[in-house]
């Protein structure tokens, strides 16, 4: 059996990983040791709103200001970045095309998506991996997931992370960047059994919730939808008339908001809030397991569910998806090719997208 060792491939050390969201920009600073990424530091710093959005850089003085601050602040010297980011304006589609020729794969799938998209690709960088290739009885084919990223904010990136002093050398989405890093586990929290599972993680981002899934440990569907974190401290405002900061504050304070509580303590009412946006995203992402099921004529079930993310450090959020579901829900808290210094005050949860940025295909 290959170790850790054998996967990862040989990336340059030290490198700076940075997640931009629309709440906060996320560094981890580490490198590579004998197969695991060592985490030398997270760093988590709040963005003023409106800064950041969609992955549109509204402000770059400030934001790589910023950066370069915290990284003086915290003594990291090394110069690489790789960047990973969000946004519904990027383009992701499944598409089939023959695979008779593997050299001109990237070419088809581009041109399979250009015909049924209003958009002139020559805007984007187009991108694709093989999900899964087969074989019908005249020929065979590849499914593939191609992903276009607009220049315009590829752009925006680059010239933000070089004013902050670093060198921009890798910018990859996050539904790419979370498919390198589960790929390459041998374990999660512990565990080795979502290998021969279908399974589905579940990203609570700020702006955005992301459901990914894998099967027997390949990335194999993904899909973005277009709520947050956000819609949640807004419900809070609006339950109990909390100012925003306290509502961000107060979600995280909950004992147990798998717990329903009629009474109007302050704690309750903020309970219900999250359990009344909360039901509604279940509700879709509901919408998209029975979508990816009938894909397949309903022979492939979610069998688990990972959360991360935030939202995801809610007390209680497990039980509460998990009763929803009617599956095995956890958060990811720890994964096999990843060392992480407990002393710092952050959690693996909080920065999967980050740490998978590092890997390369």
């Known amino acids: 059996m290959q170790g850790q060792k054998d996967k990862v491939k040989k990336i340059n050390k030290k490198i700076v990983a940075l997640e931009m969201g629309g709440h906060s920009m996320k560094i981890v600073y580490g490198d590579v040791h004998k197969g695991q990424l060592i985490i030398k530091d997270i760093i988590i710093e709040s963005i003023p709103n409106g800064l950041y959005s969609d992955g549109e850089i509204k402000d770059i003085e400030w934001l790589s200001k910023n950066l370069k601050s915290l990284l003086k602040k915290h003594h990291i010297r090394s ?121 589905a993680f579940i990203d609570f981002g700020y702006e955005k919730v992301r459901v990914s899934i894998f099967k027997h440990g390949k990335f194999r569907f993904q899909r973005l939808l277009n709520f947050g974190a956000k819609d949640i401290d807004q419900a809070i405002v609006e339950f109990t008339e909390l100012s925003l900061d306290e509502a961000k504050v107060r979600k995280q304070e909950i004992h147990d908001i798998s717990q329903y509580s009629i009474d109007e303590s302050m704690e309750s009412r903020i309970a219900r809030a999250i359990q009344s946006v909360l039901d509604q995203w279940l509700d879709e992402i509901t919408k998209i397991f029975r979508y990816y099921s009938s894909r397949s004529n309903n022979s492939e079930q979610i069998d688990q569910i990972y959360l991360y993310g935030g939202i995801s450090k809610i007390n209680g959020i497990e039980a509460y998806v998990q009763n929803r579901f009617n599956l095995p829900v956890e958060r990811v808290k720890d994964i096999s090719s990843v060392s992480l210094n407990k002393n710092g005050q952050h959690e693996l949860a909080e920065v999967l997208n980050a740490l998978g940025v590092m890997y390369r295909r």
């Open 79 to 199: 110069s690489k970045c790789f960047c990973t980011t969000d946004s519904g304006q990027i383009i992701t589609r499944d598409v089939k095309v023959p695979s008779v020729n593997k050299e001109n794969l990237q070419e088809i799938a581009k041109f399979e998506v250009e015909q049924f998209l209003p958009v002139d690709m020559e805007n984007y960088s187009v991108q694709s991996i093989i999900l899964e290739e087969m074989r019908t009885s005249s020929s065979p084919f590849a499914e593939m997931l191609v992903t276009a990223v607009p220049k315009r904010m590829i752009k925006q990136h680059e010239a933000f992370i070089d004013k902050a002093g670093l060198k921009p050398l890798v910018l990859d989405t996050q539904a790419n960047t979370l498919g390198k890093l589960i790929e390459n586990q041998d374990r999660i929290n512990g565990k080795s059994s979502f290998k021969n599972l279908t399974v």
